[in-house]
């Protein structure tokens, strides 16, 4: 036998037993982000990779360590997305959604790094992300915030969800606070751990969420960068604040809440939850007003989340909070045996779907025994199972088998099928 070729490490199958789960979770999202007047827009997988690299940043972890980055065969640099803001902000500049304009965008899909796979972490992971443009205070944050909590409770995982909040101020805040920073880092150089070395003359800041303790020791003692804030963004945050507790929202301020990415600016935030070990956040965004102007547009103020929707069905998964219906993808099996019932049997489930369109309905199809189709029936998790033989074809009428339950086969007449089969499902 040929050798079988298997997936790429790190990007995964989702498996039909999986799917009602993400599908439950995508319907959620996507019906509460219509609530709100967020419209979806689709973006290529494919980008520029000097996109990725103006908009996240050159010394970030993404640009010089995760891209997916190849030549195509005009031999343009190209790479497979990593996050979605840097692409929906280039589409919407492109298509002139974003000057003097308000929008409210959000879409969904496949993002790709090469990080080291593990459970919560993977080479292709998928985001849903929020995106909002050309509002300034700090009203729309709050709406964003106030929007994830909704889909929480929602969910039924609010309880198992922290909010933290920060403020990274503006982009000369951010430099001064840079230069304090790295004075007193310095002093301390030989005692930090690697990454944070590397970083101490690229990108300073983020030796702030470094994970290493002896680092964070060292941490407790550096410059507070509230000290640094400017004013603009110290009014902005309080007012976010303000809105969030007007709305009842529990937050923790979190002053090495950092980020990842370039292009913050003001405020950022993260969900995270303690029940997925060490990949515990979900939900993770903030301001990026300077970016669309970095990109090449109007100077245009915007901010937006994305949420990593591999993690947030591991956490459903956790918390046993998905609904029971989703277990029950069928209600009803059509075995059909003798002569001429394979079509009689299409036809009438074509017929049955028609009268029920919410009905999901099997058909056998293939031949084979009663026994044998009544085995399969009993495996797919259908409720009931419709059996046509020769004697039903006969007599116009269709045997009805309680598949769950112990219960007398009835026989139905063909126009009161649909019925018969409604009102059993509802009384379920
Ligand atoms: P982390 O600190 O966990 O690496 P991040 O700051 O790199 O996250 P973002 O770029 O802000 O993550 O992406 C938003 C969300 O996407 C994260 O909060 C997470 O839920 C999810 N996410 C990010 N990277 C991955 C990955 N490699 N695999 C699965 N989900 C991911
Ligand atoms: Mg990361």
New binding site residues.
């Given amino acids: 036998m040929a050798k079988k070729i298997q997936a790429i490490r790190g990007m995964n199958d989702l498996l039909p037993e999986a799917s009602p789960g993400w599908q439950y979770l995508e319907k959620t999202v996507r019906e509460l982000l219509a609530r709100y007047g967020y419209q979806e827009i689709r973006m290529p997988i494919v980008e520029q990779t000097a996109l990725f690299k103006r908009s996240i940043g050159e010394v970030t972890?993404?640009v010089e360590k995760e891209m997916y980055t190849f030549e195509d065969r005009n031999g343009d640099s190209l790479t497979l997305r990593p996050?979605g803001t840097a692409g929906c902000v280039r589409a919407a500049e492109e298509h002139g959604l974003l000057y003097n304009q308000q929008q409210r965008l959000w879409y969904q899909g496949p993002?790709f790094?090469h990080?080291r796979p593990q459970k919560?972490?993977?080479?292709q992971?998928h985001?849903i992300g929020v995106e909002t443009f050309g509002l300034n205070g700090p009203d729309i944050d709050a709406e964003l915030i106030l929007l994830t909590v909704r889909l929480w409770r929602e969910l039924g995982i609010l309880d198992h969800l922290t909010l933290e909040l920060n403020t990274l101020g503006s982009a000369e805040a951010r430099a001064d606070y840079r230069q304090a920073l790295t004075t007193y880092l310095q002093d301390f150089y030989d005692e930090l751990d690697e990454d944070s070395q590397r970083r101490l003359a690229t990108n300073p800041l983020r030796i702030l969420d470094s994970k290493s303790a002896s680092t964070q020791k060292i941490i407790e003692g550096a410059p507070a960068f509230d000290h640094y804030l400017d004013d603009e963004s110290r009014q902005h945050f309080a007012g976010l604040c303000q809105f969030l507790d007007a709305a009842g929202v529990t937050y923790t301020l979190n002053p090495l809440l950092v980020?990842?990415?370039d292009y913050y600016s003001k405020t950022v935030f993260?969900w995270t939850t303690t029940a997925l070990g060490a990949?515990g956040?979900?939900?993770?965004?903030g301001r990026y007003d300077a970016l669309v102007e970095q990109l090449g547009g109007k100077a245009t103020p915007a901010v937006g989340f994305?949420?990593?929707v591999?993690?947030l069905v591991l956490l459903l998964e956790t918390l046993d909070a998905f609904p029971v219906e989703l277990q029950q993808q069928l209600d009803v099996y059509l075995a059909a045996s003798g002569q001429g019932a394979d079509v009689y049997a299409l036809l009438l489930a074509e017929r049955l779907r028609s009268e029920q369109p919410t009905l999901r309905i099997l058909t056998h199809c293939g031949g084979g025994s009663f026994k044998q189709q009544i085995k399969r029936a009993d495996k797919s998790g259908a409720q009931l199972a419709i059996l046509l033989g020769e004697n039903e074809i006969s007599q116009g009428v269709a045997s009805v088998k309680h598949l769950r339950e112990d219960k007398e086969q009835n026989e139905v007449a063909l126009s009161e099928l649909a019925g018969f089969i409604h009102q059993h499902l509802q009384s379920r």
């Fill in positions: 972890d993404i996050e993002m790094r990080e919560g972490r993977y080479r992971f985001q980020r990842g990415l993260e990949q956040t979900v939900c993770a965004g994305a949420m990593g591999e993690r």
